[in-house]
């Protein structure tokens, strides 16, 4: 059970150029999230998926798009890529049911500088 | 919107000494309350929770009570140890179960280092 795996762990891009970030649970659970991490700022969420094939816009979702493939697996696409893009960016799953409905499981990370 | 706010950090202790981190939040509703952990390099994971008002929660010797009237979840540790040294975020769900997608919002975390 790996829980909340992402790919890749460090990234260096050229502005204007494009990626995906991986994001993948085995978990079985239904909700899924991407959020950046900036000093200072704490976490903000990027977008949102309550469920397989919803997706949904969180609180800085400009010049993101996410794909929310199956179950398992959502990915983060940056179409062109800026310097204000540089962050650490955390993939999260939780299960919205249950006793533990509250508690989100994350991944390590993505460290992304674009230069 | 719902808010978190923690004390500004970094906060640097030596080894046993007690520890506080405020936090506290605006939100409608009953809001459930988190305190993450991150380590170096690694993800968040969650330390403790409270569901509900006067709730307790503890886990690793921490401990942070859910206070409604003056909405704050201040976390406590009596004697830190160096292995603490991380980053810890206050958080809140304002609709965590069911059917709502369950945002958390974050403070802006705390930088604790311990030092022998």
């Known amino acids: 059970n790996a829980g909340v795996t992402q790919t890749p762990k460090f990234q260096v891009l050229k502005t204007g150029q494009s990626m995906t970030l991986q994001c993948a649970q085995d978990?079985?659970?239904?909700?899924m999230y991407w959020y950046r991490q900036d000093p200072g700022m704490g976490l903000r969420l990027i977008y949102y998926s309550a469920s397989e094939g919803t997706t949904d816009k969180g609180e800085v979702p400009n010049g993101y798009n996410v794909s929310r493939l199956n179950k398992r697996e959502f990915s983060l696409r940056l179409e062109s890529a800026a310097p204000s893009q540089t962050s650490v960016y955390f993939c999260?799953?939780?299960?919205?049911?249950?006793?533990?409905?509250?508690?989100?499981?994350f991944g390590p990370g993505t460290r992304l500088t674009v230069t | 919107g719902d808010s978190v706010t923690q004390m500004e950090g970094p906060v640097t202790l030596s080894e046993e000494a007690f520890l506080t981190i405020n936090c506290t939040y605006t939100?409608?509703?009953?809001?459930?309350l988190f305190w993450y952990v991150q380590y170096p390099g690694e993800g968040l994971q969650l330390l403790l929770k409270?569901?509900?008002?006067?709730d307790k929660g503890s886990n690793k010797g921490f401990e942070a009570t859910y206070r409604k009237e003056t909405t704050s979840f201040h976390l406590e540790k009596g004697s830190v140890q160096v292995s603490d040294s991380a980053v810890y975020f206050c958080a809140l769900a304002a609709n965590a179960g069911g059917t709502s997608y369950g945002k958390l919002t974050f403070g802006q975390g705390t930088i604790l280092t311990v030092h022998p």
């Open positions: 409270a569901t509900k008002a006067d």
């Open positions: 978990m079985n659970h239904n909700s």
């Open positions: 939100a409608t509703g009953y809001p459930s």
């Open positions: 999260a799953s939780r299960n919205p049911w249950g006793s533990s409905s509250y508690e989100q499981y």
